[in-house]
Nanobody
Framework: QVQLVESGGGLVQAGGSLRLSCATSGRTFSSYHMGWFRQAPGKEREFVAAISSSDDRLYYADSVKGRFTISRDNTKNTVYLQMNSLKPEDTAVYYC?????????????????????WGQGTQVTVSS
C-alpha cells in the first residue's frame, strides 16, 4: 500500500507558474504508474497528466498539453506537476494518484477508476 501527500498549491495570477509535488510512502514507488487529476467546484474530477512507472510514457489532457509537465524522481519517491501559463480555468483541487502497474494502464491511464491510491488534494487558484 502507498500513501500520497500533495503539496505546492496556492494562489497565482493568470500566466504564472506553480509546481505541485506528490510525496509517497513505501519502498516500491518505482513500481507505480502515477497520475494527476483535478476537480473544479461543481464539476467532475478530470484527468490532467500521467507518467508510467519506468518514466518512459507521458500522457496529458488536451487542455494542459504544452503548459504542464509531469515528471518523477524515483530516488525521492515523488512525482511532480510543473504548471506554466496558468489560466483561471485551471482553478481546482489537484489530486495525485497511484496505480500498481496494472497491465491495462496504458489504455486506461485517464480514468480515475484505474487508480487505487489517492492523495488528499491541494488547492490551486488562478486569478484573472
Amino acid at each position: 500500500q502507498v500513501q500520497l501527500v500533495e503539496s505546492g498549491g496556492g494562489l497565482v495570477q493568470a500566466g504564472g507558474s506553480l509546481r505541485l509535488s506528490c510525496a509517497t510512502s513505501g519502498r516500491t514507488f518505482s513500481s507505480y504508474h502515477m497520475g494527476w487529476f483535478r476537480q473544479a467546484p461543481g464539476k467532475e474530477r478530470e484527468f490532467v497528466a500521467a507518467i508510467s512507472s519506468s518514466d518512459d510514457r507521458l500522457y496529458y489532457a488536451d487542455s494542459v498539453k504544452g503548459r504542464f509537465t509531469i515528471s518523477r524522481d524515483n530516488t525521492k519517491n515523488t512525482v511532480y506537476l510543473q504548471m506554466n501559463s496558468l489560466k483561471p480555468e485551471d482553478t481546482a483541487v489537484y489530486y495525485c494518484a497511484a496505480d500498481r502497474e496494472s497491465i491495462h494502464w496504458h489504455a486506461t491511464y485517464n480514468f480515475d477508476g484505474t487508480y487505487a491510491y489517492w492523495g488528499q488534494g491541494t488547492q490551486v487558484t488562478v486569478s484573472s
